[in-house]
């Protein structure tokens, strides 16, 4: 639950936009998404890391608090979204996804989208509008992710192999579909530190070569 406090931190000069040199927060390319369930977040923030867009859990007490803020917000409920300051509309955009149902107050500012048949567009328009069209995001298997996690991150194909339980021609089975995968995307990589990149900037690895989430489900 958010605390008032936590509304005035964000109300206050410690969130103010960048200017040269100053301190005040920075924006990074990314799209944060703001719900009351953590379920429905992670569906929402998989949907839009299919559309080629980085994608983050966030809450009221992280975004008064963190120093980056994302360019885009997503936020579920008109309820979920009283709880910003208002300040926080005039430094990135705020999309307030509201059921059909949903007569309650929106932040004022903020872009509202009805959650009905056209909801998935308006929200991708909106996004566009501020980051531009989305990178195509290349599928990697769970099963793919177990196995380049371990290979890009310097492991020998026979370290891998090992490590998975599988024959070593299957690494090098899965490195070269997924290489292949962005090959087709337009995005090719020459060998195992440039997967690791690629494969970081789509949000399956963290920088560390974890695991960053389980493979998003297939949205079409």
């Not at 969130?15 to 953590?38: C, N």
Request: aromatic letters at 4%; one cysteine or more.
């Amino acid at each position: 639950m958010t605390t008032a406090s936590e509304g005035v931190r964000l109300h206050s000069h410690r969130v103010r936009p960048r200017t040269g040199g100053g301190q005040g927060v920075r924006f990074d390319d990314s799209v944060g998404v703001l719900s009351a369930g953590a379920f429905a977040a992670e569906l929402s923030a998989s949907w839009i890391r299919s559309l080629g867009y980085r994608s983050r859990i966030v809450d009221v007490a992280e975004l008064a608090e963190c120093r980056v803020l994302p360019k885009v917000l997503v936020v579920d409920g008109a309820a979920a979204s009283t709880t910003l300051p208002p300040l926080l509309v005039h430094l990135v955009k705020v999309v307030v996804v509201v059921d059909v149902t949903d007569l309650g107050a929106v932040l004022p500012g903020a872009t509202v989208v009805r959650d009905a048949a056209g909801a998935p567009a308006a929200i991708r328009s909106a996004i566009t509008d501020v980051l531009g069209e989305g990178r195509v995001r290349v599928v990697i298997t769970p099963r793919e992710l177990e196995v380049m996690a371990k290979y890009v991150m310097g492991a020998t194909v026979k370290e891998t192999a090992s490590a998975h339980f599988v024959a070593e021609c299957t690494v090098r089975t899965h490195y070269r579909r997924v290489t292949q995968r962005y090959e087709a995307a337009g995005r090719p990589v020459a060998n195992k530190a440039q997967l690791l990149l690629a494969m970081v900037a789509d949000g399956w690895l963290t920088v560390d070569g974890t695991v960053a989430r389980p493979a998003p489900p297939d949205l079409g």
